[in-house]
């Protein structure tokens, strides 16, 4: 099976513009969670949608924001966007509905100016 | 705030030795703790998990220890070797979906 891909894998941006990243994740895959990596945080979890619903949701601002398609794919939005939100953000899809193992793409790395 | 502390932030072994990284926890609902390896430019993978009904996990050259009264865990790797070398995270989730609480990572190097 083809792994989970994320597009695009590079984007430059720049403050108070908005961004978004799409994902898709392995064939069958119900539940797909999107983090975000930076130095010396790890990964912070974003919001997790199973079967289209928003299951979770990290502490992260309402600029944050996600969507799920019938056909499980993904996309993360971020609006108005900082310097802060520099980072390599990662999507991971999983089987289940609980404590499955999380299968990440390779990510998608937004630098801000 | 950080639920799952994670040390040491890197360490540096020779080929053949023992890497050890640990972790803690302060949530007493998480149940279950992954860990995952990430090489450069790539995503985090599994690389071994544990229950806390269970004290040790052992996989290959992985061991995962568990202390639940200390609400600690650590990962060993025995018999270091230089494709070792690569970002370990610990994790830990509740029962209620696929969220995980990660470690802020150790950057391992094994010396050949």
């Known amino acids: 099976k083809a792994g989970v891909t994320q597009t695009p894998r590079y984007l430059i941006k720049t403050r108070g513009q908005q961004v978004t990243l799409s994902c898709s994740p392995i064939?069958?895959?119900?539940?797909v969670s999107w983090y975000q990596q930076t130095p010396g945080q790890g990964l912070q979890f974003l919001f997790e949608y199973f079967s289209e619903t928003q299951r979770n949701k990290g502490n992260f601002p309402g600029r944050f924001s996600g969507r799920q398609f019938s056909n499980s794919r993904s996309e993360m939005n971020v609006s108005t966007l900082e310097l802060g939100d520099s980072a390599l953000y990662l999507c991971a899809s999983s089987p289940g509905q609980y404590q499955e193992t999380q299968y990440f793409g390779p990510g998608t790395r937004l630098l801000v100016l | 705030q950080q639920q799952v502390k994670q040390s040491p932030q890197s360490l540096i072994v020779q080929k053949g030795g023992i890497s050890i990284i640990n972790c803690a926890y302060e949530n007493t609902a998480f149940d279950y703790f992954p860990w995952y390896q990430q090489f450069p430019g790539k995503g985090p993978a599994l690389l071994i998990a544990i229950r806390p009904d269970v004290s040790e996990k052992k996989e290959g050259r992985f061991t995962i220890s568990f202390n639940k009264s200390a609400k600690q865990f650590s990962l060993h790797i025995m018999d270091s070797q230089p494709g070792d070398s690569a970002t370990y995270f610990c994790a830990a989730s509740m029962n209620t979906g696929n969220q995980f609480y990660f470690g802020t990572g150790t950057s391992l190097t094994v010396i050949p």
């Open positions: 064939s069958g895959h119900r539940s």
